[in-house]
Nanobody, 124 residues
Framework: QVQLVEYGGGFVQAGGSLRLSCVASGGTISTKAMGWFRQVLGKEREFVAAVRWDHGVTAYADSVKGRFAVSRDNAKNTVYLQLNSLKSEDTAVYYC?????????????????WGQGTQVTVSS
């Protein structure tokens, strides 16, 4: 069973940057779509970004396009999310997800694996 662990969350001022990492163990991510979601207390978990098993294909939520970048290193079994030009509304718990299908970008129900989440707090 694949296990995902996120790293890199923290506290940052508006306009700053963070890099999140998601390390997989117990199986390979090379054949999976890997995504990032985020959730604010009391709200639905929402899609942020994803990268397909063939590296060149990515997808982003409109709210983060041009500011966030998702990438993967299959050799390291790791997925990254670079967060730039952060805003206070980016404050959330960020979750890594793995899926057998690209439909992950449309529905979190398509995720087969979830990490435990990492908190990102952006002060204005």
């Amino acid at each position: 069973q694949v296990q995902l662990v996120e790293y890199g969350g923290g506290f940052v001022q508006a306009g700053g940057s963070l890099r999140l990492s998601c390390v997989a163990s117990g199986g390979t991510i090379s054949t999976k779509a890997m995504g990032w979601f985020r959730q604010v207390l009391g709200k639905e978990r929402e899609f942020v970004a994803a990268v397909r098993w063939d590296h060149g294909v990515t997808a982003y939520a409109d709210s983060v396009k041009g500011r966030f970048a998702v990438s993967r290193d299959n050799a390291k079994n790791t997925v990254y999310l670079q967060l730039n030009s952060l805003k206070s509304e980016d404050t959330a718990v960020y979750y890594c997800a793995g899926s057998y299908t690209w439909h992950l970008i449309r529905s979190k129900a398509e995720a087969a694996h979830w990490g435990q989440g990492t908190q990102v707090t952006v002060s204005s």
